[in-house]
């Protein structure tokens, strides 16, 4: 399945979602996407910020 993003008047949101029903398609708004997407991000920092650094300092300084 292919994820498309497409962009229609407010006004004809309900024919475009009746014919995604008819077709078999799923519709959502592209707000519901952004959700998600956050909610699958962790919640707590991988690294902290002297460790960012000390990373980004390595690579621009070879350190």
Request: charged share 15%; glycine share 8%; no cysteine.
């Given at each position: 399945m292919e994820d498309?993003?497409?962009?229609?008047?407010?006004?004809?949101?309900?024919?475009?979602?009746a014919l995604a029903a008819r077709m078999g398609w799923s519709v959502r708004p592209r707000r519901t996407s952004i959700d998600r997407f956050i909610a699958s991000c962790p919640t707590s920092p991988q690294m902290t910020d002297e460790e960012i650094a000390a990373e980004v300092n390595a690579v621009r300084y070879g350190k």
């Open positions: 498309l993003v497409l962009s229609v008047p407010v006004s004809d949101y309900g024919i475009i979602e």
